[in-house]
């Protein structure tokens, strides 16, 4: 596509996700794992995408993934959009705009093998990492379950 050809393949990063599976039960947002990051190498505008697949406790329980910085990464621009699998008449989706942005989805479609995707862009000010982040939408143990995570980010020209 034209957005594929403005993007530098030579940047691209992987994230590399060794975390197996851990839950939450809180309704704030806390790192998913260390290896759940995006490596931003440089300054400028990148792409990125995440790919999540997660359990729920019920399908009454939604989850709410975000992103934030390791302390280091600074941005003056972010813009994503979260896709959720929810159950029907549910809202599917949310928006970042900033560091821990975004809201939880009321539900799940399934108790196993929920799928969430993130995908957006930032203009990175000072390069850095981008962590995962998720919370349960309500405070139940084991409310959500992240069990594998993959995506990747690439600088754009």
């Not at 982040?133 to 379950?145: D, H, K, L, Q, W």
Request: net charge neutral; aromatic share 8%.
């Amino acid at each position: 596509t034209a957005l594929d050809a403005k993007a530098d393949i030579s940047t691209k990063a992987d994230i590399a996700y060794t975390g197996g599976s851990v839950a939450t039960a809180l309704t704030t947002l806390a790192n998913v794992h260390s290896s759940a990051a995006l490596v931003f190498a440089s300054t400028g505008l990148w792409e990125f995408r995440i790919k999540i697949t997660y359990n729920a406790n019920a399908t009454t329980t939604g989850a709410w993934f975000s992103l934030n910085t390791d302390g280091t990464l600074a941005q003056d621009w972010l813009s994503a959009l979260v896709g959720y699998t929810t159950l029907s008449g549910d809202r599917d989706g949310s928006a970042i705009g900033s560091f821990n942005g975004g809201v939880a989805v009321a539900s799940s479609i399934v108790t196993t093998g929920n799928g969430a995707t993130i995908m957006g862009d930032i203009n990175v000010t000072t390069a850095g990492i981008a962590l995962l982040r998720f919370a349960s939408e309500v405070a139940v143990a084991n409310g959500i379950t992240v069990t594998n995570v993959v995506g990747w980010c690439r600088k754009k020209n």
